[in-house]
């Protein structure tokens, strides 16, 4: 589409053009590229209303918007998180009763509207065009880290460095600024995580395609 708002480069990385939509592709700026809406708020009310009147509607107003955001939030909510343990820089047991599953872990991986990890991450994904370079390529990831490590930078990089741009995926304290649909939930289930980190563990050095283990 010559002229597109596809042809553009949204996170600036150089090189091929990028076709996904431009929504998908600014995770990384949401820390810092969100409107300040609260210097956006005009006040609009009527000037022709006197004495308390004004006073009781604000209050009403304020009653209703916070008995909505309480519901919608109560609505959000999903089932608490697993409890985990942080050992050294990772988390060795796994955070549900059932193995990972790489095949399935390597669809989330590729998955851009779930793990979205292709956005920062290049990885052993050849179908999949258009990797990001902002983190380390996957590639090797199943040699260079253990299996708890692996799980503790997904669940939440943060725990490691807290400036990280990679995204808590198990985790939902601290996520404020996250749309509505994933408000009280994390990114991805527990044993969405578990796949993810099987599938990692598969991917060693000197391997092209770690699809199969
Ligand atoms: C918004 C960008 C971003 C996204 C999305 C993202 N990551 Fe990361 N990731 C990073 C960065 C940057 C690092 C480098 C270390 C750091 O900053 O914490 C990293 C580090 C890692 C590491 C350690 C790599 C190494 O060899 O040192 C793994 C493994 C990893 N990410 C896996 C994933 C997976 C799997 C997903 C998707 C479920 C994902 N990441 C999504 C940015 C991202």
Redesign the pocket.
């Known amino acids: 589409m010559p002229g597109g708002r596809g042809d553009r480069d949204p996170i600036g990385q150089g090189g091929a053009p990028l076709s996904r939509p431009a929504s998908q592709a600014t ?2 700026h949401s820390k810092s590229g969100l409107p300040d809406l609260a210097t956006k708020v005009r006040i609009s009310g009527k000037p022709e209303i006197r004495g308390g009147s004004g006073y009781a509607r604000l209050v009403l107003t304020t009653a209703f918007l916070c008995c909505l955001a309480a519901s919608a939030s109560l609505a959000a909510a999903g089932p608490p998180l697993r409890p985990f343990t942080i050992v050294g820089d990772g988390i060795p047991a796994s955070l549900t009763d059932t193995p990972g599953d790489a095949v399935r872990g390597r669809a ?2 590729a998955d851009r509207t779930k ?3 292709l ?3 290049a990885g052993p994904i050849p179908e999949e065009r258009f990797h ?1 370079d ?3 390529d ?1 590639a ?2 199943g040699s ?2 253990s299996v708890g490590a ?1 799980r503790l ?2 669940v939440d ?1 943060r725990a ?2 807290p400036d ?4 808590s ?1 198990y985790r939902i304290e601290g996520t404020a600024r996250v749309g509505t649909p994933w408000r009280g939930k994390p990114v ?1 289930e527990a044993q969405d995580i578990e796949d ?1 980190v099987a599938y ?1 563990a598969t991917l060693r050095d000197g391997q092209t395609e770690g699809s199969r283990p």
């Open positions: 995770l990384p989330i991986v793990g979205l990890c956005l920062c991450h990001g902002i983190g380390p996957l090797g990831a260079r880290w692996l930078r997904l990089a490691l460095n990280t741009i990679m995204p995926y991805l993810v990692l």
